[in-house]
């Protein structure tokens, strides 16, 4: 289920959502929804856990800073919790971020490093994409 003419996005990936207390929005997602945690890893270089939910062929990616020096804590300070970022699959994330770059668009990441799952990922800047932090992610 993919190329549905987003062009170099080829499906939703997750969306991120900052949370203060990780176990009790699992709790609260398998309470109303009958959601199962798919996958749950600590993401060592941007100092949050995680866990995502599966939703068809996306997630719903629950993400909570484990020290204050997280930018996602300091995201929180200042937004509190709630949705942070959406992720879009590519195919090439390298490809795709260069593109963007040459067109002029702002970045957070140069080049892109690895993200959860073992996935290749990128983030543009929301300053670029109309206040959305957008996430490239390559499987």
Same mark, same amino acid.
């Given at each position: 289920?993919?190329?549905?003419?987003?062009?170099? +996005? $080829?499906?939703?990936?997750?969306?991120?959502? @900052?949370? *203060?207390?990780?176990?009790?929005?699992?709790?609260?997602?398998? /309470?109303?929804?009958?959601? !199962?945690?798919?996958? *749950? %890893?600590?993401? %060592?270089?941007?100092?949050?856990?995680?866990?995502?939910?599966?939703? @068809?062929?996306?997630?719903? /990616?629950? +993400?909570? #800073?484990? $020290?204050?020096?997280?930018?996602?804590?300091?995201?929180? !300070?200042?937004?509190? %919790?709630?949705?942070?970022?959406?992720?879009? *699959?590519?195919?090439?994330?390298? %490809?795709?971020?260069?593109?963007?770059?040459?067109?002029?668009?702002?970045?957070?990441?140069?080049? #892109?490093? =690895?993200?959860?799952?073992?996935? $290749?990922?990128?983030?543009?800047?929301?300053?670029?994409?109309?206040? =959305?932090?957008?996430?490239?992610? /390559?499987?």
């Amino acid at each position: 289920m993919s190329g549905g003419g987003g062009g170099k +996005l $080829t499906e939703i990936d997750h969306v991120g959502i @900052a949370v *203060r207390d990780l176990d009790a929005v699992i709790d609260w997602y398998k /309470q109303m929804f009958g959601a !199962e945690v798919a996958h *749950r %890893e600590r993401i %060592e270089s941007d100092g949050v856990d995680e866990a995502l939910i599966k939703v @068809a062929d996306s997630y719903i /990616q629950l +993400l909570t #800073p484990y $020290t204050d020096t997280s930018p996602l804590a300091k995201y929180m !300070e200042k937004n509190g %919790e709630g949705v942070h970022h959406v992720g879009y *699959r590519v195919a090439d994330c390298a %490809e795709v971020l260069d593109h963007i770059k040459a067109e002029g668009a702002r970045v957070v990441d140069e080049h #892109p490093r =690895t993200g959860s799952r073992g996935t $290749t990922v990128a983030f543009l800047h929301p300053k670029t994409a109309f206040g =959305t932090l957008i996430e490239l992610v /390559q499987e």
